[in-house]
């Protein structure tokens, strides 16, 4: 449907009635992690976010700021652009539909429709929902409340202008089944198919009496009317490509779009309204409309009066931008609903940021440094452990990544680059270049070695370059190459050995620090962030003293797999106060557990002891060193005692 050698990507246009949050932050890194992809792949990319400024909601805002509506659309503007510079969103342009520019494409396609007799007048009578500023008939009204919102409706009639959108059903039905990828993913296609298949499509209201809502696009055709907000909103997809400066008319490079980005709430205004004004209009239909999911925060639906809103200028504070963006599209798959912790995200910095990709870079140039004077060596012949290594890392650019960008797929993606990253790091633990340093027969596969583990970070530089653009470019700097991400690096495969031997590497800070427990931090959201449930090794820990953490269902409890353990052995880590290395008996296994319990213990009082351990949990490194489960004991910060039991319990047996 479009050509090859551009991509056209958007996001929903912003309500400008509140500061931006999560759910706002979430589409629109997304979208620039497909912008930059594409930028990579050699596209010419046109990657448009900006504000839907008109309408019932954002005059009611500003009302009850007390300005004029146009005052208090430039006042909030700016927080939005500020934000996604901070967000480091690649936007090439940014839209508000109280452009001059916006407003005369609206009326021209306003006029269009109505000289093809596409819109008529006539009057309605039906419930109406202010929040969700549309009619609903008396069948989908329940107690006088709106079916979507819940809020009491108002009957209400007036005259209006209709667009004939009913007309359109059967053309539209039959789009949505030749093109599979139009409506994304399959289960919200499925639901907007089942739709049209059962419910016969009406006209929509394109219009607004004055005396009702002033705030908008006057109609071309009647001066006492207002353009509804959805239609206007709408063709900021295409007037921008009007007006906006680019270098080249770019409406006929660009359209049709390659992506729309929604959220779920709004796909059927894209999916049916969009598409059936297209239609009248007699243009192309975007390629695809992909509908994510809703972040909750905490297992709650976020709301200002919960006061449980996710700031994403707090998160960039406190956490960095790219921590926040790799989270966001690693912990949930892209389409489904997701739950926002900022316990949830400070474990995934600790174990896939800090403790997979900052620890690879850092141990690959501190051993360059210590050994190799900061010159990177010229590596000798490969070894199988070294091609496997390669081969994974050249697979993983030239087929892994595309095939998993391509479809939105981004937490696999990300899956993908951190097998990687976990096989370089397990490549570093089973060669031991510490080791191999100390004899000077080894000198050669030393270097082999350090070539591969720096070459292997350079090609994994690029291909976490759309999610985590400042430290990809810190990892190029840290290895003494500049790199120019802007350009088309993508285009072609991706081969081994890019780098020169005899660079000089520029180790730099750390990139991606661990996060400790800081009791008494400030919260990172307005809300009560979770509390920490007291289990002694520090792997994730909670950046604020906690309120009380909400409710968990006993099918959640279920997933958490509690065994008893016998304590084995037990040794302190060596320059760690708090850890203690233990090995433990399950019964048919043995585990090696770190636990943070070395300020209240002896290792000798540990063994013969049998503990509650948490034995599902996802292995993880602390201080370098692989914990393979968690100990359970009382206490915050300082553990106060470890859970035992006194009975005599075989190893291995299940708590709960
Ligand atoms: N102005 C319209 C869009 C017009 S597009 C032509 C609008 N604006 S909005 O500001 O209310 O919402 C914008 C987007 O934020 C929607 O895609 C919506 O799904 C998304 N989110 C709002 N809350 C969200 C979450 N809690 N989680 C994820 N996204 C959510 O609708």
């Known amino acids: 449907m479009s050509r090859d050698d551009t991509f056209y990507i958007t996001t929903p246009i912003y309500y400008v009635n509140d500061v931006p949050h999560i759910g706002h932050a979430y589409t629109t890194i997304a979208a620039d992690v497909l912008a930059r992809y594409w930028r990579l792949r050699g596209r010419e990319v046109f990657f448009l976010t900006g504000l839907d400024e008109h309408g019932q909601k954002v005059q009611q805002a500003a009302a009850k700021a007390g300005v004029d509506p146009q005052v208090h659309c430039d006042k909030l503007a700016p927080q ?61 009204v329940e107690n006088g409340l709106c079916p979507d919102c819940k809020r009491p409706v108002e009957q209400l009639s007036e005259h209006n202008y209709f667009f004939k959108m009913g007309q359109y059903q059967n053309q539209l039905l039959d789009h949505i089944k030749q093109y599979p990828s139009f409506i994304r993913p399959e289960s919200r296609r499925n639901e907007v198919l089942g739709f049209l298949q059962t419910q016969k499509l009406g006209d929509l209201s394109i219009s607004r009496p004055k005396s009702r809502l002033s705030w908008g696009i006057e109609l071309p055709f009647d001066n006492n009317y207002v353009t509804y907000v959805w239609f206007d909103a709408l063709v900021n997809y295409i007037s921008a490509l009007e007006y906006l400066p680019l270098e080249k008319p770019a409406s006929n490079r660009f359209w049709p779009a390659n992506v729309h980005l929604v959220g779920k709430d709004i796909l059927t205004t894209h999916a049916v309204y969009w598409s059936t004004m297209l239609m009248a209009l007699n243009l192309p239909l975007p390629e695809t409309i992909f509908a994510h999911g809703w972040w909750t925060v905490d297992g709650e639906k976020m709301s200002k009066s919960r006061g449980n809103v996710v700031d994403p200028n707090k998160m960039v504070d406190e956490l960095g931008a790219d921590a926040f963006r790799y989270f966001l599209l690693r912990e949930v798959p892209f389409g489904q609903d997701g739950d926002f912790s900022l316990t949830g ?18 141990r690959t140039l501190t051993l360059i440094e210590r050994t190799q004077a900061g010159l990177l060596p010229a590596p000798g012949p490969m070894r199988p452990a070294e091609r496997e290594l390669e081969q994974a890392t050249v697979s993983l650019l030239n087929e892994a990544l595309p095939r998993h960008l391509e479809q939105l797929e981004f937490h696999r993606a990300l899956e993908a680059i951190w097998h990687v990253i976990q096989l370089a790091n397990q490549y570093v633990d089973k060669t031991a270049p510490w080791t191999l340093a100390k004899s000077a027969s080894d000198a050669e596969t030393l ?3 350090l070539y591969t583990m720096a070459e292997t970070l350079r090609c994994l530089s690029l291909a976490a370059y759309p999610v985590i653009p400042t430290s990809a470019q810190s990892i190029c700097s840290q290895l003494g190459i500049s790199v120019e991400f802007t350009s088309p690096l993508l285009r072609s495969k991706i081969e081994w050995g890019g780098l020169k031997p005899d660079t000089l590497i520029h180790k730099g800070p750390s990139l991606f620090p661990r996060i400790e427990s800081k009791p008494g931090a400030k919260p990172v959201t307005e809300s009560s962030v979770p509390s920490q449930p007291t289990l002694a090794a520090p792997t994730a820990t909670a950046v604020s003293a906690p309120p009380a953490p909400p409710q968990i269902t006993i099918d959640e409890f279920m997933k958490i797999q509690l065994k008893t353990a016998r304590v084995l052995s037990a040794e302190r880590v060596p320059k760690s106060e708090k850890l203690i290395k233990l090995q433990v008996s399950l019964g048919t296994e043995q585990r090696q557990i770190i636990a943070g319990i070395g300020k209240k213990y002896e290792p000798d009082a540990l063994v013969g002891k049998t503990i509650v351990i948490v034995s599902n949990l996802k292995p993880a490194k602390l201080m370098g060193i692989e914990s393979q489960g968690m100990v359970l004991a009382a206490g915050d910060a300082d553990v106060q005692g470890l859970l035992t039991i006194q009975e005599k319990v075989d190893p291995g047996t299940k708590v709960k």
């Not at 995934?348 to 850092?362: E, V």
């Open 447 to 449: 270097r082999t070695v």
């Open 80 to 140: 939005f652009e500020k934000l996604w510079r901070r967000l480091n969103i690649s936007n090439n342009a940014f839209i508000r539909t109280t452009d001059d520019g916006h407003k005369s494409v609206v009326q021209r396609y306003l006029q269009q429709l109505y000289d093809k007799k596409l819109i008529y007048k006539d009057s309605y009578t039906g419930w109406y929902c202010t929040f969700d500023e549309r009619f609903w008939t008396e069948k989908d």
């Open 345 to 362: 995200m400070v474990a995934r910095i600790n174990s896939d940021l800090a403790n997979g990709l900052g620890n690879l870079l850092s």
